[in-house]
């Protein structure tokens, strides 16, 4: 079975700070990597995917994605109190016919005014 | 507008019944998934197809069956053999090979068992 750890928090970072959540996987052979964000009693929705090791910015959101160490990051840059939620960590893999998407159990972030 | 619509928003279940979630997308994809989430729990995934006509088991398949005989719909039967229906059902839809874009999801049906 394909596993995606991340640690569940919560994870509170004061308005202003650099929050940092991680996520590694078990399956060498994953592809792609996505971080969704989820509110309470919503669906996810995506911040940002990443496929090749190294840095991927978009505005506040840094992915890190180090695929020998089976280790992928967001950093939230200048955290706002909107940026609380659970962020939740993908991993996307092909297993010769198979394709599948699985999903961590997730980290929430609380950012204190 | 395109998208993807999950319907109920809300449903109640009886023990015993069996029960049919929705799922429509009309953004042309081929791949549909089915996950479950429990509070404070990430998403599990139940049944997945990545065309017409086929799907497989995810992790926790069990009391729970699908269709696709349609591009666009993917219905998902809570069976009366899933001892423990209720959660936060939430259907995804992508492109077959997610290496450079996204799963899309519905807003979820919120499954309780009365």
């Known amino acids: 079975q394909k596993e995606v750890e991340q640690n569940s928090g919560p994870l509170s970072v004061p308005e202003g700070a650099i929050a940092s959540l991680n996520c590694t996987y078990s399956?060498?052979?994953?592809?792609?990597f996505f971080w969704y964000r989820q509110y309470s009693g919503k669906s996810p929705e995506l911040i940002m995917f990443?496929?090749?090791?190294g840095d991927k910015e978009d505005g506040r959101f840094t992915a890190q994605l180090n695929k020998a160490s089976q280790y992928v990051s967001l950093l939230i840059r200048d955290s706002q109190p909107s940026d609380s939620a659970t962020y939740l960590c993908?991993?996307?893999?092909?297993?010769?016919?198979?394709?599948?998407?699985?999903f961590g159990s997730g980290t929430q972030l609380t950012v204190l005014p | 507008d395109g998208g993807i619509t999950q319907s109920p928003k809300y449903l109640f279940r009886k023990e015993g019944q069996n029960v049919t979630l929705s799922c429509e997308q009309n953004?042309?994809?081929?791949?549909m998934y089915w996950y479950r989430q429990d509070p404070g729990q990430g998403l599990r995934l139940i049944y997945y197809?990545?065309?017409?006509?086929?799907?497989q088991k995810g992790d926790i398949a069990e009391g729970y069956s699908v269709s696709r005989e349609k591009k666009e719909s993917f219905p998902l039967t809570v069976t009366s053999a899933q001892k423990n229906p209720t959660a936060f059902y939430l259907c995804?839809?992508?492109?077959?090979?997610?290496?450079?874009?996204?799963?899309?999801f519905g807003q979820g049906t919120r499954l309780t068992v009365v």
């Open positions: 993908a991993v996307f893999a092909r297993s010769g016919s198979a394709r599948q998407l699985t």
């Open positions: 990443i496929y090749s090791n």
């Open positions: 995804a839809s992508s492109i077959r090979d997610l290496t450079n874009t996204e799963a899309f």
């Open positions: 399956d060498r052979g994953s592809q792609s």
């Open positions: 197809s990545q065309i017409v006509n086929d799907f």
């Open positions: 953004l042309n994809h081929d791949a």
